[in-house]
């Protein structure tokens, strides 16, 4: 899948990037400032795209392999000229994933930042994932969170009969930290009150793609 549709004349992320919209090997490390005039983001972030077959449960190998980013941006002007030519999530098929994290953040609950952590989860009926996403990493970007360095990133799944929208921090105990990440996003998606949102650690995450792994299912 064709994820980013740019110009070829697009200097501003062509260091970063293959045409095809993917990393080069030379330039994967390389790091992505504001260029002259821009306005700096306080943290770099990196867009991933993952995809699998719903009938094939991922290893952490296997997950880490499938997974791959699609660029980085520093200003908000690189977010913007990057984020205007990617594919809407309301427009992926199948089983599919955006994440936006903190350059340096695996979007894997066994990367070192989120390793003590959790998410909040939203479900979504179908047709509400782009307007949603965009909202949410706005607030992120843009330091609406106000819990310092505990946002890790954000990711939305696209399934067959609805979304799933989450947002990743560092420390799972602490709980005033989960309760203004939670209060915020009810405020910048305007959530209703009768809005089921969940909390899920990491650990508890990575106990049940265990066990599920190891379920051995008669016929």
């Not at 791959?68 to 977010?79: D, H, L, N, P």
């Amino acid at each position: 899948m064709n994820l980013l549709e740019r110009d070829e004349d697009d200097q501003g992320l062509s260091e970063s990037l293959h045409d095809d919209g993917t990393n080069n090997n030379h330039n994967r490390h390389k790091t992505v400032s504001p260029a002259a005039g821009e306005h700096p983001l306080q943290y770099n972030y990196t867009f991933w795209f993952s995809r699998r077959t719903p009938s094939r449960p991922a290893s952490s190998q296997s997950y880490e392999q499938n997974i791959r980013q699609i660029g980085t941006v520093a200003s908000v002007e690189q977010f913007w000229k990057f984020y205007s030519h990617l594919v809407r999530p309301g427009d992926l098929s199948g089983h599919s994933d955006f994440h936006l994290f903190k350059e340096g953040i695996k979007p894997m609950w066994e990367d070192d930042c989120n390793r003590s952590g959790g998410k909040w989860i939203i479900r979504l009926r179908k047709g509400l994932a782009s307007r949603f996403w965009e909202n949410i990493i706005l607030a992120m970007v843009g330091e609406q969170f106000m819990v310092g360095e505990e946002v890790c990133g954000a990711v939305v799944s696209i399934r067959f009969q609805e979304d799933i929208l989450s947002i990743w921090n560092k420390t799972s105990n602490d709980q005033t930290t989960t309760s203004r990440i939670r209060d915020t996003l009810r405020r910048v998606l305007n959530l209703p009150a009768n809005t089921i949102m969940e909390y899920k650690t990491h650990n508890d995450s990575l106990r049940d793609n265990s066990s599920f792994r190891n379920t051995k299912i008669s016929l």
